[in-house]
């Protein structure tokens, strides 16, 4: 956890993490600077609240499991149900990777296979129009510019957005990137969060997924490394936006 200290009674922001490698990382210090968070583990038992009430936000983390694997991950329908609570209600709220298509999912879209394979290592974002002015995008895109680099590991893909749902960006080979969903509800496929070490964890864990899209481990982790100052700046504006996002509303409880 972070030793950032949230200002005195804030209240929480639910934090559900499905797997080991798979943290908040970069982007804890910029939460716990907001609010006090509430990380559940319901991979290792944790059990998710029946509703948002008390909270000022939620972030659902990625994960190796599909969206839709209830079997293999008995949690996952109170997680989508918990984001579309979300969503109704106006909480704060961001999905990334799995956590961005479950948002999807519970909000009317469609997630995937994706068709064009695997997506990853450090790859190029393309900013819609939409994005300059943008809660969460508009800081990314003054601090980065119109082309981020971030970093991707993913093979399913929201293949259609949920009705009424605003796209923010996309890449060359899936274009659902970032999207939002109501007023403050954000899907991000990309990894804003992931550090180098847990970043090597899922080449090294997904080693032959990797070699049967083609692809060298090493060199995925060397993009990584040489990415670094510009994935850092890319996380600490992400971070900041959703400090401030959060900075509005958890002072007192959702509902």
Do not use: K
Request: charged share 15%; net charge negative; aromatic share 4%.
């Amino acid at each position: 956890m972070s030793d950032a200290v949230p200002p005195p009674g804030t209240a929480a922001v639910l934090v559900v993490q499905h797997e080991e490698h798979c943290g908040a990382g970069r982007l804890e210090a910029s939460l716990c600077s907001a609010a006090r968070l509430d990380v559940r583990r319901p991979d290792l038992g944790d059990p998710l609240p029946p509703d948002l009430a008390g909270y000022g936000g939620l972030v659902v983390l990625g994960g190796a499991v599909g969206v839709l694997d209830d079997g293999d991950a008995p949690w996952l329908p109170a997680t989508r149900r918990l984001l579309a609570d979300a969503v109704a209600a106006g909480l704060p709220t961001l999905g990334i990777c799995l956590g961005a298509q479950m948002l999807a999912v519970a909000t009317g879209g469609t997630v995937e296979r994706g068709a064009a394979g695997l997506e990853a290592g450090v790859v190029a974002l393309t900013l819609t129009p939409e994005a300059g002015t943008d809660p969460l995008l508009a800081p990314v895109r003054a601090a980065c510019g119109e082309a981020p680099p971030v970093a991707q590991f993913h093979q399913d893909a929201v293949t259609r957005l949920p009705p009424g749902a605003v796209l923010l960006a996309s890449s060359e080979r899936y274009p659902h990137q970032a999207f939002r969903v109501g007023a403050a509800a954000w899907g991000l496929q990309y990894h804003p969060e992931v550090t180098a070490a847990d970043f090597a964890a899922w080449v090294h864990d997904g080693h032959r997924t990797v070699r049967g899209a083609g692809l060298d481990p090493a060199g995925l982790v060397a993009s990584y490394t040489d990415a670094e100052p510009a994935l850092a700046a890319g996380a600490t504006a992400h971070g900041g936006a959703l400090a401030a996002l959060l900075g509005g509303r958890v002072g007192s409880p959702a509902g």
